[in-house]
């Protein structure tokens, strides 16, 4: 037996269902009987009831690619904010090898970055990498924050969302796990990005949310809707009414099961365009790092840097 649906509020202590579900995340169970253990939407997969929290802090895992800030620069590493209660550190030999260089040519306090998390000890200390293709530093953009639970909700099925922002936007984005998101283009289309991913935060529970961030993405940016998309809506919606009044009440609720579940991270690795190149998602639906010598690149901007300056002082004493 089930007391809640689909996408339903409910609370710690709050009775789910019992005998033949299982008890997912952010349940437990007593007896035979699944009970809630957080404050958050219910999310149904199979026979498996699961609650998704409303907002929760970033828990940083190897394998996770992300996105932070640098808070502090030290002798031998960067501190980077990741968005979490734990701070992330990217070691100088990730980027200079054995090399003993002025970390602060490189990057500084404030500098946004994307990296990989290389490894996170017993006691949450995290270690952070660049090792990938399009990780570094950030240029120009910039960042919305996200709770880490509306990811999967932001890229959507197979990239489709995240997709669709682009395509319509035209922003390069940049999805972190840890639930911050780098934008970049034209400004007015970069703050119309913004208010998009944030209503996708806020509305994220509530099904149909792809065609409704559809209708706005083309009311902010031509001002009108097309009259295919709405010809199209309307007969779906004609179909949609015929359609349901056919099925009992049974198959109503497993169909709405299946609908309307919240869209996961954990689908098979699919190959969708997050920047302007085709990369390879994860099996976290994000992009999946590929090797590149990142150590040859800041040398070459060292290099440049020292050329401007000889420059400098070669007209000054002219």
């Given at each position: 037996m089930i007391n809640v649906n689909d996408k339903d509020f409910v609370v710690p202590g709050q009775l789910l269902a019992e005998d033949e579900f299982f008890s997912g995340r952010g349940t437990y169970k007593d007896q035979k009987k699944i009970i809630s253990s957080l404050t958050g939407r219910i999310s149904i997969r199979n026979k498996r009831i699961s609650v998704v929290p409303l907002k929760t802090k970033y828990i940083p895992k190897r394998g996770d690619v992300v996105i932070g800030?640098?808070?502090?620069?030290?002798?031998?590493?960067?501190?980077?904010?990741?968005?979490s209660p734990y701070s992330g550190i990217l070691p100088g030999s990730e980027v200079f090898g054995r090399e003993k260089k002025d970390l602060n040519r490189v990057f500084k306090v404030g500098d946004v970055l994307f990296a990989k998390v290389v490894d996170v000890d017993e006691v949450k200390k995290v270690k952070l990498g660049l090792k990938g293709r399009g990780m570094g530093k950030f240029r120009g953009g910039l960042l919305v924050n996200i709770s880490p639970t509306k990811v999967p909700r932001l890229i959507g099925k197979k990239g489709s969302m995240i997709n669709m922002i682009k395509d319509k936007?035209?922003?390069k984005i940049v999805v972190g796990q840890n639930g911050l998101v780098w934008v970049r283009g034209d400004k007015d289309m970069e703050i119309i990005t913004k208010n998009i991913i944030k209503l996708i935060e806020a509305e994220a529970h509530i099904s149909g949310l792809t065609?409704?961030?559809?209708?706005?993405l083309y009311l902010l940016i031509d001002g009108e809707i097309p009259p295919e998309i709405l010809s199209e809506d309307s007969q779906f919606s004609e179909n949609h009414d015929d359609y349901h009044t056919n099925l009992s009440q049974d198959h109503i609720s497993k169909n709405r099961d299946n609908d309307n579940l919240i869209d996961s991270l954990n689908g098979n690795?699919?190959?969708?365009?997050?920047?302007?190149?085709?990369?390879?998602?994860?099996?976290?639906?994000?992009?999946?790092?590929r090797f590149q010598n990142f150590k040859e690149e800041v040398d070459l901007e060292i290099s440049h840097e020292n050329q401007n300056i000889n420059e400098s002082n070669l007209e000054k004493e002219i």
């Open positions: 800030e640098v808070t502090d620069v030290r002798f031998s590493l960067w501190e980077v904010d990741l968005n936007t035209k922003c065609n409704r961030i559809r209708d706005q690795i699919d190959k969708i365009t997050i920047t302007e190149e085709e990369v390879i998602l994860d099996e976290n639906g994000l992009e999946k790092p």
